[in-house]
């Protein structure tokens, strides 16, 4: 990569954190649960770069912003929350990961201002726990929901999310507060979508716009 490229791909990751587009702003989201209610949380994997090749993606040693959007997601079991996990996509134990608190009272990862010593990041990931889903990437081509959810290392299809299967368990897809019948793998992720996976009970609002809070 020329010279010139890595100063303004250093300069976009500054400003990136200054701002608080990789959580650094401390701003605190809605959190995943109701007071009195066990989180419900499907745990990042431990293997985040090899999960993004899975998922067919390139991961790299710094955060690349020439394409930068963000989609937004909601996954409900029985009206309950579940918790996206924060640092999907990205290596957390690399030490040019930085770290950022009380972020919907978990901790942010991301501020790679100075290049990893290996590839620590995917193109798409999540800095925080609010549900927002990056897409940061040298392409100008969005991700897939599918693409995400290996990444996750979450199962979906048209017939189950994670170990819940339909007809035994009811699970409806909104975008945008719509009901989505089609493949859920390959719902694109284009700026600003709000998505809500429904599994059982239904909450007592289908989310139609995502919070984006945390990028502001």
Sequence with gaps: MRRGL???????????????????????????????????VWPAPPDPMAR???AGLVPGPYETLVFHVHAHLDVFVNGQKVTVPAGLGIDITNPGVHSFANIAGATGYGGIVVPCDKPCISPL?????????????????????????????????????????????????YVNGKPYTGDPRAIPLTNFKEIAIVIGTPPAQIPAVGDFSTLQ
């Design 6 to 40: 890595i100063v303004a791909v250093l300069a976009a990751a500054a400003a990136l954190a200054a701002v608080g587009c990789s959580s650094s702003s401390g701003k605190s989201v809605t959190p995943a649960t109701q007071p009195g209610q066990t989180p419900i």
């Design 52 to 54: 993004a090749r899975a």
């Design 125 to 173: 990931h999540t800095h925080d726990v609010s549900g927002v889903i990056h897409t940061e990437s040298l392409q100008h081509k969005y991700n897939t929901l599918g693409e995400f959810f290996v990444e996750w290392d979450v199962r979906l299809d048209q017939n189950c999310v994670n170990t819940y299967c339909k007809p035994q368990t009811k699970i409806a897809i």
